[in-house]
């Protein structure tokens, strides 16, 4: 620790007497200064003990030791040493009455003390200070490698935590708490999530302190060498931390950002053989796609699976993307911390970063192969990764009802599938994209399309175009007022070609609604007895809402 004036006033060979202020000798010293000046304070920092004899002031006026002291506690010196035996033989009474009303430190300095003795006492002890700080902070570093490769940013946060006195806590990409040292920090950790979401908005690196509760002073860093944090460090003290310290948390960063980076090469390499895999298993050969998957994703392939297929939707019309609620679901922001920070990365990164992290929490394996404006994911049937992404698809859709977010993305879910039938998977992933596509939802599963009817997809602008076209004309006659051909078709068709009940339904006579069919025909150039062309009447009819 740095020297203090109880430490001087200790110091066998300086011989300091207190005469003021002893209930102040534990503040630590930062320099010891000699002036004479009358006003010294414009050449202060703050944290020096000023040595003086006197030599320009008036020590025995009381009003005057009072605004000369009151000056010096003003600019944050500690304490006062006068030597005596120079200008006075005692330390004059003016100045004592006066460091006591101020609560200023006053220590008598003995003739036979130089002022160079004090000064070289304080510097000697601030240099073995610097020196035990730097030891220490090598001794840390040390074993904070130690651990980071023993045992991982779990070992690490625990040394770290030890060497702050404090916790430390450790979040990934999507601002979610991964580990944190002791354990009981987890809970200080969670009610940080909004500002470490705030710092991840800043390039890297990036630092913050705030307030982590009310005995908390809390550091947080930005972990990672790109412009975008790949994790964040929260360190939390019940001061701020000292030289030692801060050296300790220096080599955690440093260490971190080594795992980060070396961990982001990894992922590359994993990301490359995602891909082989998906291709083998899209060409047919489940085999080889096992073999390549090895340990990688070789449970992912045991287990029954969902393809998924995301593409980024259209920008909106003014080419600005539009701001993201927090407000539309806060109950995600702990595990979609991203999802809550709109457009501070792309649409498909934001997806792949949720699902990653929900599978590295859960243990388990997800693909995540990106494929220029499409990402194609393999995720455990009913798992986290799974349900982070339909999570993540339930807040753009909430934001996108409350008006705050554009069309951001759209997915498809496949039906459970296996590796033998993964080409059958990834046609179904893109049938549901197509269809959450055509009815503006964020998500789709293959389920809901075949458990639905074929009628929502009529919904379709070209399809409604055509069903337009196709009846233009019969409604055109319909207008002159000579009759009622399109209703007399609808009734019709729904009766299945059965004169006498599709005659009753409209109330005319069957010799009527035969004449009508005729005009139909004649009027559309088609023959009503083909079967494709009553398909697609009443398809028309549908489409149009007739």
């Known amino acids: 620790m740095p020297p203090t004036l109880a430490s001087l006033v200790h110091h066998s060979s300086l011989k300091l007497t207190v005469r003021a202020g002893e209930g102040h000798l534990d503040t630590a010293v930062r320099w010891a200064h000699v002036s004479e000046l009358a006003d010294p304070v414009p050449y202060m920092e703050g944290g020096e003990l000023l040595l003086i004899t006197a030599l320009k002031l008036d020590a025995d006026d009381p009003e005057a030791m009072r605004r000369y002291v009151k000056r010096l506690t003003g600019a944050g010196v500690v304490g006062l040493g ?26 008598e300095v003995p003739p036979r003390t130089p002022f160079i003795a004090i000064s070289k006492a304080v510097s000697a002890a ?29 070992g690490l946060l625990a040394v770290l935590a030890g060497q702050v006195n404090g916790w430390a806590a450790l979040y990934d990409a999507s601002g979610a708490v991964v580990a944190t040292a002791p354990e009981w920090a987890g809970r200080r950790a969670a009610r940080l999530t909004a500002d470490v979401e705030r710092l991840r908005e800043r390039p890297a690196p990036a630092s913050a302190v705030v307030a982590g509760g009310t005995d908390d002073r809390v550091e947080l860093h930005s972990i990672g060498t790109g412009r975008r944090a790949r994790a964040a460090l929260a360190v939390g003290t019940a001061a701020a931390l000292g030289t030692a310290e801060r ?26 053989i995602g891909a082989a895999v998906l291709r083998m298993l899209l060409a047919g050969e489940p085999d080889h796609a096992r073999a390549v998957a090895g340990d990688l994703y070789g449970a992912l392939l045991d287990a029954p699976f969902r393809m998924v297929a995301a593409e980024a939707a259209a920008p909106p019309p003014n080419g600005v993307a539009a701001p993201t609620g927090a407000s539309a679901a806060p ?57 982070a992404c339909v999570q993540y698809a339930e ?48 998500l789709v599963e293959h389920e809901d399309v075949v458990a639905g009817s074929v009628l929502p997809l009529l919904a379709d602008d070209a399809v409604r175009a055509f069903a337009d076209g196709l009846l233009r004309a019969l409604r055109d006659h319909d207008a002159t ?25 409209l109330g005319v006579h069957r010799h009527t609604l035969r004449y009508r069919m005729r005009r139909v025909e004649e009027i559309l150039g088609r023959s009503l007895d083909d079967p494709d062309v009553r398909m697609e009447l009443w398809l028309a009819l549908k489409a149009t809402g007739v």
């Open 126 to 154: 601030i240099a073995a200070d610097q020196y035990r700080a730097v030891t220490t902070g090598f001794a840390a570093q040390r074993e904070l490698t130690k651990q980071a490769l023993s045992e991982g940013p779990e």
């Open 481 to 505: 007022g000579r009759g009622d051909l399109v209703a007399s078709l609808r009734a019709w068709l729904s009766r299945h070609g059965q004169w006498d009940a599709a005659a009753a339904d």
């Open 395 to 442: 807040v753009l859709e909430a934001t996108r009802a409350d008006g705050s977010a554009a069309d951001e993305l759209v997915i498809g879910f496949s039906a459970p599938s296996g590796p033998i039938a993964a080409v059958s998977a990834f046609k179904q992933a893109e049938q549901a994209l197509s269809v959450a596509r055509r009815r503006g939802r964020v």
């Open 247 to 272: 050296y300790a948390l220096h080599s955690a960063i440093a260490l971190l950002t080594l795992v980060t980076e070396r961990s982001r090469a990894l992922y590359a390499a994993e990301q490359r």
């Open 331 to 387: 109950g995600r922001a702990s595990l979609l911390g991203e999802a809550m920070t709109g457009a501070s990365g792309d649409p498909l990164s934001v997806l792949a970063d949720v699902v990653e992290s929900a599978a590295a929490r859960a243990g388990e394996a997800v693909l995540v192969v990106p494929d220029g404006a499409r990402t194609v994911l393999l995720v455990v049937d009913g798992g986290a990764a799974a349900e």
């Open 82 to 107: 006068f030597a005596v035996g120079v200008n006075y033989d005692a330390v004059p009474d003016p100045l004592v009455r006066a460091a006591e009303e101020e609560g200023l430190p006053l220590l």
